[in-house]
């Protein structure tokens, strides 16, 4: 029993006991997994009602949704720059333009001063706004995040939520946490707790529309 609306500019948390369906729920959301009923909308447009609406996903997904990792999968082989870039390459973009709007995203992110360090050479934090500036290469009007500050300290655990609430501000995305850090409950908007296959909230709904909803 599922029913969740999320809306432009919000930070809402999902935390729920392991084994609850967090994961599979967000990955339901970005149109990787098939629901087994329901209806999905994303930015205003039904893309599921009982069966996928549209024929092209991996296109919808390139489109509307960003996707931030627990760690932060980098591809060990490229340097900062190119991990953002290699999205906008995959959307259409020539190399300039992809390197150029992936160095503006990475100074947004305040890590523009490591845009040529591979990998292995960023820190902890420093990885994840990498990781964060590619899940906002496509302008996505919604992003996904499974446990993002897992595997960083108190300090920057706070800081990455900090640019969560600012990138959803000024790129009017809605963003959707799951999360166990009971440290950071308070940059959430909404709280939404899944267990026993149901999804609670004591949150009241705001009347804007919703660029989320299932």
């Not at 991990?83 to 906008?88: I, K, S, T, W």
């Not at 897992?150 to 946490?177: E, F, G, K, N």
Request: with cysteine; net charge negative; charged share 25%.
């Amino acid at each position: 029993d599922i029913n969740m609306e999320v809306f432009p500019g919000q930070v809402v948390g999902l935390m729920g006991p392991s084994g609850s369906g967090k994961t599979t729920l967000l990955n339901c959301m970005a149109c990787i997994l098939e629901p087994s009923g329901g209806r999905l909308t994303l930015d205003g447009e039904a893309v599921y009602d009982d069966q996928w609406l549209k024929a092209d996903l991996r296109r919808l997904r390139l489109d509307k949704i960003g996707f931030i990792f627990q760690y932060p999968n980098l591809l060990p082989f490229l340097d900062a720059t190119d991990n953002v870039a290699v999205v906008l390459h995959l959307a259409g973009f020539s190399a300039a333009a992809a390197h150029k709007h992936a160095v503006e995203l990475l100074d947004y992110l305040e890590v523009g001063h490591r845009k040529h360090a591979m990998p292995a050479q960023l820190s902890g934090g420093e990885a994840q706004r990498v990781a964060i500036a590619r899940a906002l290469a496509n302008r996505p009007r919604i992003i996904l995040a499974d446990e993002p500050t897992a595997p960083l300290d108190s300090v920057r655990a706070r800081i990455v939520m900090d640019l969560l609430r600012r990138i959803a501000i000024d790129q009017s995305a809605a963003i959707i946490v799951v999360t166990h850090d009971e440290m950071i409950l308070d940059r959430f908007d909404h709280i939404f707790r899944l267990r026993d296959g149901r999804l609670e909230t004591a949150t009241d709904e705001l009347s804007r529309s919703p660029v989320g909803a299932i």
